[in-house]
Protein backbone atom coordinates (compact mmCIF):
# COMPACT_ATOMS: atom_id res chain seq x y z
CA UNK A 1 0.00 0.00 0.00
CA UNK A 2 1.36 3.15 -0.90
CA UNK A 3 0.52 6.64 0.07
CA UNK A 4 1.16 9.72 -1.87
CA UNK A 5 1.75 13.14 -0.04
CA UNK A 6 0.95 16.33 -1.94
CA UNK A 7 1.31 19.20 0.41
CA UNK A 8 -0.53 19.16 3.76
CA UNK A 9 -1.30 23.11 3.61
CA UNK A 10 -3.20 24.40 6.97
CA UNK A 11 -4.42 21.32 8.45
CA UNK A 12 -6.47 22.11 11.80
CA UNK A 13 -6.85 19.33 14.62
CA UNK A 14 -9.18 16.95 13.73
CA UNK A 15 -10.37 16.90 17.77
CA UNK A 16 -11.29 20.28 17.06
CA UNK A 17 -13.14 19.78 14.38
CA UNK A 18 -15.29 17.08 15.86
CA UNK A 19 -15.70 19.04 18.97
CA UNK A 20 -17.24 21.83 16.37
CA UNK A 21 -19.51 19.43 14.46
CA UNK A 22 -21.04 18.24 17.59
CA UNK A 23 -22.43 21.74 18.69
CA UNK A 24 -25.67 22.59 17.96
CA UNK A 25 -28.53 20.77 16.43
CA UNK A 26 -26.85 20.17 12.76
CA UNK A 27 -27.02 17.35 11.50
CA UNK A 28 -24.59 17.98 8.83
CA UNK A 29 -23.10 14.52 7.72
CA UNK A 30 -23.09 10.44 7.52
CA UNK A 31 -23.93 9.10 11.36
CA UNK A 32 -24.97 12.66 12.45
CA UNK A 33 -21.78 14.72 14.89
CA UNK A 34 -21.24 11.96 16.70
CA UNK A 35 -20.44 9.72 13.70
CA UNK A 36 -22.27 6.64 16.03
CA UNK A 37 -26.15 7.20 14.57
CA UNK A 38 -27.08 9.08 17.95
CA UNK A 39 -28.79 11.95 18.47
CA UNK A 40 -28.02 13.89 22.02
CA UNK A 41 -31.76 16.47 21.76
CA UNK A 42 -34.37 15.90 23.75
CA UNK A 43 -38.20 16.15 22.19
CA UNK A 44 -37.55 14.27 19.62
CA UNK A 45 -40.80 12.47 18.11
CA UNK A 46 -40.92 8.33 19.48
CA UNK A 47 -44.46 8.20 17.49
CA UNK A 48 -45.57 9.32 14.01
CA UNK A 49 -48.26 8.64 11.71
CA UNK A 50 -49.40 10.16 8.47
CA UNK A 51 -51.17 12.95 10.51
CA UNK A 52 -47.45 13.52 11.67
CA UNK A 53 -45.95 14.37 8.39
CA UNK A 54 -45.35 18.35 8.11
CA UNK A 55 -44.93 18.08 4.45
CA UNK A 56 -43.68 16.07 1.87
CA UNK A 57 -41.19 17.15 -0.92
CA UNK A 58 -41.33 15.03 -4.07
CA UNK A 59 -37.94 14.87 -5.29
CA UNK A 60 -36.58 14.66 -8.75
CA UNK A 61 -34.71 11.12 -10.33
CA UNK A 62 -34.06 8.71 -7.29
CA UNK A 63 -32.00 8.41 -4.89
CA UNK A 64 -31.23 7.15 -1.43
CA UNK A 65 -28.82 9.11 -0.01
CA UNK A 66 -29.71 10.36 3.80
CA UNK A 67 -31.13 14.05 4.48
CA UNK A 68 -28.09 16.82 6.44
CA UNK A 69 -29.26 19.39 7.42
CA UNK A 70 -27.27 23.14 8.33
CA UNK A 71 -29.37 26.21 9.91
CA UNK A 72 -32.18 26.23 7.43
CA UNK A 73 -31.49 24.10 4.33
CA UNK A 74 -31.04 20.74 3.65
CA UNK A 75 -28.68 19.12 1.04
CA UNK A 76 -29.41 15.88 -0.83
CA UNK A 77 -28.19 14.26 -4.35
CA UNK A 78 -30.61 11.95 -7.06
CA UNK A 79 -29.90 10.89 -10.03
CA UNK A 80 -32.11 11.07 -13.12
CA UNK A 81 -33.31 8.81 -15.98
CA UNK A 82 -31.27 6.04 -14.53
CA UNK A 83 -28.17 7.60 -13.96
CA UNK A 84 -27.70 9.51 -17.41
CA UNK A 85 -27.86 12.87 -14.77
CA UNK A 86 -26.10 13.22 -11.40
CA UNK A 87 -28.02 16.33 -8.90
CA UNK A 88 -27.00 18.09 -5.96
CA UNK A 89 -29.99 19.77 -4.36
CA UNK A 90 -31.10 22.17 -0.85
CA UNK A 91 -34.78 22.23 0.31
CA UNK A 92 -35.79 24.85 2.90
CA UNK A 93 -36.69 23.23 5.84
CA UNK A 94 -39.68 25.00 6.75
CA UNK A 95 -41.61 23.76 3.82
CA UNK A 96 -40.02 21.41 1.71
CA UNK A 97 -39.65 24.12 -0.87
CA UNK A 98 -36.07 23.73 -3.49
CA UNK A 99 -34.29 26.46 -2.86
CA UNK A 100 -31.26 25.05 -5.89
CA UNK A 101 -30.30 22.46 -7.93
CA UNK A 102 -27.49 21.40 -10.01
CA UNK A 103 -27.26 19.02 -12.27
CA UNK A 104 -23.29 17.97 -11.36
CA UNK A 105 -22.91 15.40 -14.14
CA UNK A 106 -24.11 14.28 -17.49
CA UNK A 107 -23.37 11.56 -19.17
CA UNK A 108 -23.91 7.71 -19.92
CA UNK A 109 -24.30 5.59 -16.52
CA UNK A 110 -21.20 3.31 -15.27
CA UNK A 111 -22.85 0.02 -14.15
CA UNK A 112 -24.30 -0.17 -10.07
CA UNK A 113 -26.37 -2.54 -8.37
CA UNK A 114 -30.12 -2.15 -8.57
CA UNK A 115 -30.63 -1.75 -4.81
CA UNK A 116 -27.44 1.09 -5.11
CA UNK A 117 -28.37 3.41 -8.00
CA UNK A 118 -26.44 6.63 -8.47
CA UNK A 119 -26.64 8.92 -5.64
CA UNK A 120 -26.55 7.07 -2.61
CA UNK A 121 -23.62 8.74 -0.91
CA UNK A 122 -24.88 11.44 1.87
CA UNK A 123 -23.69 14.93 1.46
CA UNK A 124 -21.37 16.59 4.05
CA UNK A 125 -21.28 20.04 5.07
CA UNK A 126 -19.46 22.39 7.36
CA UNK A 127 -22.12 25.27 6.79
CA UNK A 128 -20.37 27.48 4.21
CA UNK A 129 -19.98 24.43 2.07
CA UNK A 130 -21.36 21.36 1.16
CA UNK A 131 -19.87 18.10 -1.10
CA UNK A 132 -21.34 15.34 -2.93
CA UNK A 133 -19.51 12.37 -4.22
CA UNK A 134 -20.81 10.50 -7.07
CA UNK A 135 -18.25 7.94 -7.91
CA UNK A 136 -16.94 7.91 -11.58
CA UNK A 137 -19.74 9.90 -13.10
CA UNK A 138 -19.41 13.44 -11.48
CA UNK A 139 -16.47 12.72 -8.89
CA UNK A 140 -16.41 14.76 -5.73
CA UNK A 141 -17.83 18.59 -5.60
CA UNK A 142 -18.15 21.31 -3.99
CA UNK A 143 -20.39 23.59 -3.67
CA UNK A 144 -21.30 27.22 -1.54
CA UNK A 145 -24.05 26.43 0.65
CA UNK A 146 -26.28 29.05 -1.83
CA UNK A 147 -25.44 26.69 -4.90
CA UNK A 148 -22.59 28.00 -6.62
CA UNK A 149 -20.25 25.06 -7.79
CA UNK A 150 -16.79 25.83 -6.13
CA UNK A 151 -14.37 22.98 -7.94
CA UNK A 152 -14.87 19.25 -9.05
CA UNK A 153 -12.44 16.58 -9.17
CA UNK A 154 -12.22 13.56 -11.46
CA UNK A 155 -11.66 10.93 -9.54
CA UNK A 156 -10.01 8.75 -12.39
CA UNK A 157 -11.19 4.83 -12.88
CA UNK A 158 -11.83 3.10 -10.68
CA UNK A 159 -14.07 0.01 -11.60
CA UNK A 160 -16.48 -1.78 -9.54
CA UNK A 161 -20.41 -3.40 -11.25
CA UNK A 162 -22.25 -1.74 -8.34
CA UNK A 163 -21.72 1.19 -8.37
CA UNK A 164 -20.41 3.65 -4.90
CA UNK A 165 -22.30 4.69 -2.05
CA UNK A 166 -19.06 5.94 0.46
CA UNK A 167 -20.04 9.63 1.99
CA UNK A 168 -17.22 12.45 2.01
CA UNK A 169 -16.28 13.17 5.18
CA UNK A 170 -14.61 16.49 6.52
CA UNK A 171 -11.19 16.52 8.70
CA UNK A 172 -10.07 19.90 9.99
CA UNK A 173 -9.31 21.33 6.26
CA UNK A 174 -9.52 18.30 4.46
CA UNK A 175 -12.56 16.85 2.63
CA UNK A 176 -11.48 12.34 2.25
CA UNK A 177 -13.51 10.33 0.19
CA UNK A 178 -13.07 6.11 0.23
CA UNK A 179 -12.85 4.95 -3.34
CA UNK A 180 -12.52 1.26 -2.97
CA UNK A 181 -13.52 -0.64 -6.18
CA UNK A 182 -12.62 -4.11 -8.01
CA UNK A 183 -9.60 -2.07 -9.60
CA UNK A 184 -7.53 0.83 -8.60
CA UNK A 185 -8.88 1.27 -5.05
CA UNK A 186 -8.00 4.33 -3.01
CA UNK A 187 -8.80 6.55 -0.39
CA UNK A 188 -7.78 10.38 -0.55
CA UNK A 189 -7.75 13.85 0.90
CA UNK A 190 -8.70 17.22 -0.96
CA UNK A 191 -8.24 20.42 0.42
CA UNK A 192 -12.00 21.49 1.22
CA UNK A 193 -11.39 24.98 -0.14
CA UNK A 194 -9.18 24.46 -3.41
CA UNK A 195 -10.05 20.91 -3.78
CA UNK A 196 -6.36 20.41 -4.50
CA UNK A 197 -5.34 16.62 -3.48
CA UNK A 198 -3.94 16.72 -0.85
CA UNK A 199 -2.61 12.50 -0.53
CA UNK A 200 -3.56 9.48 -2.11
CA UNK A 201 -3.11 6.12 -0.38
CA UNK A 202 -3.70 2.79 -2.77
CA UNK A 203 -6.24 0.51 -1.34
CA UNK A 204 -6.32 -3.51 -1.60
CA UNK A 205 -8.68 -3.80 -4.78
CA UNK A 206 -12.30 -5.29 -3.57
CA UNK A 207 -15.56 -3.43 -4.20
CA UNK A 208 -16.83 -1.91 -0.64
CA UNK A 209 -18.93 1.15 -0.05
CA UNK A 210 -17.90 2.05 3.63
CA UNK A 211 -17.47 5.80 5.52
CA UNK A 212 -14.22 6.27 7.56
CA UNK A 213 -14.69 8.18 10.62
CA UNK A 214 -12.38 9.92 13.02
CA UNK A 215 -11.46 9.05 16.20
CA UNK A 216 -8.24 9.81 18.72
CA UNK A 217 -6.77 7.18 20.23
CA UNK A 218 -3.49 6.25 22.13
CA UNK A 219 -2.61 10.33 21.92
CA UNK A 220 -3.28 10.50 18.49
CA UNK A 221 -5.89 11.00 15.25
CA UNK A 222 -7.20 7.67 13.76
CA UNK A 223 -9.13 7.67 10.51
CA UNK A 224 -10.51 4.07 10.56
CA UNK A 225 -12.20 2.93 7.85
CA UNK A 226 -14.17 -1.02 7.65
CA UNK A 227 -13.37 -2.78 4.24
CA UNK A 228 -13.65 -5.98 2.20
CA UNK A 229 -10.37 -7.60 4.29
CA UNK A 230 -10.82 -5.97 7.72
CA UNK A 231 -10.42 -2.93 9.15
CA UNK A 232 -7.45 -0.22 8.40
CA UNK A 233 -6.93 3.09 10.35
CA UNK A 234 -5.18 5.75 8.57
CA UNK A 235 -2.84 9.13 9.79
CA UNK A 236 -5.71 11.62 8.75
CA UNK A 237 -3.22 14.17 7.69
CA UNK A 238 -0.79 12.19 5.39
CA UNK A 239 -2.61 8.87 4.42
CA UNK A 240 0.01 6.70 5.87
CA UNK A 241 -1.62 3.60 6.75
CA UNK A 242 -1.26 2.83 11.13
CA UNK A 243 -2.71 -0.54 11.49
CA UNK A 244 -4.85 -3.26 10.51
CA UNK A 245 -7.06 -5.93 11.68
CA UNK A 246 -8.08 -8.57 9.62
CA UNK A 247 -11.87 -9.27 9.59
CA UNK A 248 -14.19 -11.77 8.52
CA UNK A 249 -16.37 -13.04 5.18
CA UNK A 250 -15.93 -9.44 3.56
CA UNK A 251 -17.44 -6.75 1.35
CA UNK A 252 -17.37 -3.89 4.41
CA UNK A 253 -19.89 -2.38 3.53
CA UNK A 254 -21.50 -0.83 7.15
CA UNK A 255 -19.54 1.54 8.68
CA UNK A 256 -17.77 1.21 11.70
CA UNK A 257 -19.60 2.29 15.51
CA UNK A 258 -17.28 3.38 17.79
CA UNK A 259 -18.32 3.30 21.76
CA UNK A 260 -16.81 2.29 25.00
CA UNK A 261 -13.19 2.72 23.75
CA UNK A 262 -13.82 0.05 21.30
CA UNK A 263 -14.23 -0.30 17.56
CA UNK A 264 -18.07 -2.46 16.54
CA UNK A 265 -17.89 -4.19 13.37
CA UNK A 266 -19.89 -6.08 11.11
CA UNK A 267 -18.54 -7.54 7.83
CA UNK A 268 -21.36 -6.65 5.04
CA UNK A 269 -21.70 -10.58 3.77
CA UNK A 270 -23.12 -13.64 6.14
CA UNK A 271 -19.74 -13.55 9.31
CA UNK A 272 -18.97 -12.64 12.30
CA UNK A 273 -19.08 -9.14 14.30
CA UNK A 274 -16.29 -7.95 16.01
CA UNK A 275 -14.62 -5.18 17.82
CA UNK A 276 -11.15 -3.45 17.63
CA UNK A 277 -8.87 -1.80 20.03
CA UNK A 278 -7.96 1.26 18.38
CA UNK A 279 -4.41 3.28 19.19
CA UNK A 280 -2.26 0.32 17.32
CA UNK A 281 0.49 -0.08 14.80
CA UNK A 282 1.24 -2.32 12.37
CA UNK A 283 -1.20 -5.69 12.23
CA UNK A 284 -2.73 -5.60 15.26
CA UNK A 285 -5.43 -9.20 14.74
CA UNK A 286 -3.79 -11.10 17.39
CA UNK A 287 -3.74 -8.31 19.71
CA UNK A 288 -6.53 -5.93 19.15
CA UNK A 289 -9.71 -7.44 18.48
CA UNK A 290 -11.29 -7.55 21.95
CA UNK A 291 -13.51 -10.22 20.65
CA UNK A 292 -15.25 -11.58 18.06
CA UNK A 293 -18.56 -13.74 17.65
CA UNK A 294 -20.52 -15.53 14.47
CA UNK A 295 -23.65 -14.26 13.00
CA UNK A 296 -25.99 -16.85 11.51
CA UNK A 297 -27.50 -14.14 9.34
CA UNK A 298 -28.12 -13.41 5.55
CA UNK A 299 -26.50 -10.24 4.98
CA UNK A 300 -25.58 -7.39 7.00
CA UNK A 301 -25.88 -3.79 5.19
CA UNK A 302 -27.12 -1.38 8.12
CA UNK A 303 -24.11 -0.12 10.02
CA UNK A 304 -24.22 -1.38 14.14
CA UNK A 305 -26.23 0.85 16.71
CA UNK A 306 -24.91 0.69 20.64
CA UNK A 307 -27.78 1.29 22.97
CA UNK A 308 -26.10 0.91 26.80
CA UNK A 309 -24.07 -2.01 26.85
CA UNK A 310 -25.59 -3.62 23.41
CA UNK A 311 -24.71 -3.53 20.07
CA UNK A 312 -27.81 -4.14 17.61
CA UNK A 313 -27.32 -5.74 14.49
CA UNK A 314 -30.03 -5.53 11.44
CA UNK A 315 -29.95 -8.62 9.36
CA UNK A 316 -31.75 -7.04 6.59
CA UNK A 317 -33.73 -9.65 4.68
CA UNK A 318 -34.73 -11.66 7.65
CA UNK A 319 -35.99 -8.29 9.58
CA UNK A 320 -33.89 -9.71 12.60
CA UNK A 321 -32.02 -8.21 15.38
CA UNK A 322 -29.39 -9.49 17.29
CA UNK A 323 -27.61 -7.76 20.42
CA UNK A 324 -24.16 -8.15 21.85
CA UNK A 325 -22.79 -7.26 24.67
CA UNK A 326 -20.36 -4.88 23.78
CA UNK A 327 -18.02 -5.89 26.31
CA UNK A 328 -17.89 -9.83 25.58
CA UNK A 329 -19.53 -10.22 22.20
CA UNK A 330 -21.91 -12.84 23.87
CA UNK A 331 -24.83 -13.00 22.26
CA UNK A 332 -28.25 -11.33 24.43
CA UNK A 333 -30.85 -11.83 22.55
CA UNK A 334 -32.21 -12.30 18.63
CA UNK A 335 -35.53 -11.52 17.24
CA UNK A 336 -38.04 -10.97 14.40
CA UNK A 337 -39.53 -7.36 14.14
CA UNK A 338 -42.03 -9.23 11.36
CA UNK A 339 -42.06 -10.14 7.72
CA UNK A 340 -39.83 -9.43 5.34
CA UNK A 341 -41.75 -10.56 2.95
CA UNK A 342 -44.37 -7.55 3.84
CA UNK A 343 -41.97 -4.88 5.12
CA UNK A 344 -39.53 -5.06 2.69
CA UNK A 345 -35.35 -5.54 3.74
CA UNK A 346 -34.16 -3.26 6.38
CA UNK A 347 -31.44 -1.41 4.61
CA UNK A 348 -31.72 2.17 6.25
CA UNK A 349 -28.73 2.68 8.76
CA UNK A 350 -30.46 3.04 12.07
CA UNK A 351 -30.44 6.45 14.33
CA UNK A 352 -30.90 6.29 17.91
CA UNK A 353 -31.73 9.05 20.79
CA UNK A 354 -34.05 8.66 24.04
CA UNK A 355 -32.04 5.25 24.00
CA UNK A 356 -34.42 3.99 21.61
CA UNK A 357 -33.01 2.76 18.40
CA UNK A 358 -35.22 3.00 15.11
CA UNK A 359 -35.01 0.78 12.32
CA UNK A 360 -36.45 1.83 9.12
CA UNK A 361 -37.70 -1.05 6.40
CA UNK A 362 -38.00 -0.28 2.90
CA UNK A 363 -41.79 0.74 2.95
CA UNK A 364 -41.55 2.86 5.09
CA UNK A 365 -42.19 1.15 8.39
CA UNK A 366 -40.23 2.61 11.42
CA UNK A 367 -40.03 0.16 13.91
CA UNK A 368 -38.96 1.87 17.53
CA UNK A 369 -36.79 -0.58 19.70
CA UNK A 370 -35.73 -0.60 23.39
CA UNK A 371 -32.30 -2.76 24.52
CA UNK A 372 -32.71 -4.67 27.65
CA UNK A 373 -32.66 -8.44 28.19
CA UNK A 374 -34.75 -8.98 25.70
CA UNK A 375 -36.37 -6.85 22.97
CA UNK A 376 -39.04 -4.57 23.01
CA UNK A 377 -40.73 -2.87 20.47
CA UNK A 378 -41.75 0.68 21.74
CA UNK A 379 -44.12 2.01 18.71
CA UNK A 380 -44.47 0.79 14.70
CA UNK A 381 -44.49 3.88 12.88
CA UNK A 382 -46.18 4.59 8.96
CA UNK A 383 -46.71 7.45 7.01
CA UNK A 384 -48.79 5.91 4.42
CA UNK A 385 -45.80 6.15 1.94
CA UNK A 386 -46.86 5.15 -1.90
CA UNK A 387 -46.59 1.25 -2.91
CA UNK A 388 -43.64 2.18 -5.21
CA UNK A 389 -41.69 4.05 -2.46
CA UNK A 390 -38.30 2.74 -1.25
CA UNK A 391 -36.62 3.61 2.00
CA UNK A 392 -32.92 2.85 2.34
CA UNK A 393 -31.71 6.46 3.26
CA UNK A 394 -31.04 6.74 7.46
CA UNK A 395 -33.22 9.60 9.51
CA UNK A 396 -32.13 12.60 9.45
CA UNK A 397 -32.91 13.98 13.31
CA UNK A 398 -32.98 17.85 14.03
CA UNK A 399 -34.37 20.18 15.90
CA UNK A 400 -38.04 17.72 17.26
CA UNK A 401 -37.90 16.36 14.02
CA UNK A 402 -37.22 13.97 11.93
CA UNK A 403 -36.68 14.02 8.02
CA UNK A 404 -37.24 10.43 6.60
CA UNK A 405 -36.21 10.24 2.70
CA UNK A 406 -37.78 7.42 0.00
CA UNK A 407 -36.18 7.12 -3.26
CA UNK A 408 -38.57 10.04 -4.21
CA UNK A 409 -39.98 11.95 -2.01
CA UNK A 410 -38.85 13.56 1.61
CA UNK A 411 -40.77 13.69 4.68
CA UNK A 412 -40.68 16.15 7.64
CA UNK A 413 -41.99 14.82 10.52
CA UNK A 414 -43.47 16.56 13.86
CA UNK A 415 -43.33 20.13 15.22
CA UNK A 416 -40.09 22.24 15.37
CA UNK A 417 -38.81 22.81 18.44
CA UNK A 418 -36.00 25.71 18.33
Same mark, same amino acid.
Given at each position: ??????????? !???????????????????????????? $????? +??? %?????? =?????????????????????? !??????????????? !??????????????????????????? %?????????????????????? *??????????????? *???????????????????? =????????????????????????????????????? +????????????????????????????? +? *??????????????????????????? !?????????????????????? %??????????????????????????????????????? #?? $???????????????????????? *???????????? =?????? #?????????????????????????????????????????????
Amino acid at each position: MRSYLFGIGNF !LCAAAAIQSMAVGTDWSGWRGPLQNGHS $TETGL +PVD %WSADSV =VWMAPLAGKGQSSPVIFGEKIF !LTSAIDNGRQRVVMC !LDRNDGKLLWSDVAWTGDPEPSHIMNG %WASATCVTDGERVYAFFGKGGG *LLCYSVDGKRLWQKD *LGEFEGPWGTAACPVLVGNL =VIQNCDADTNAFIAAFDKTTGDEVWRTDREDARGWST +PILIKAAGRDELVMNGHHGLTAYDPTTGL +P *LWFCKGFVGRGTPTVTPARDLLHVVSG !LRGDTYAVRPGGNGDVTSTHMA %WHTPRNCSRDLPSPIVLGDQSLVMDMRRATITAYNIKTG #EE $TWRDRLGDAAVLGQFCATPVAWNN *LAFFVAESGTTY =VVQAGT #EMKVVAVNNIDAGPDEIFRASITPSQGQIFLRSDSNLYCIGKRVK
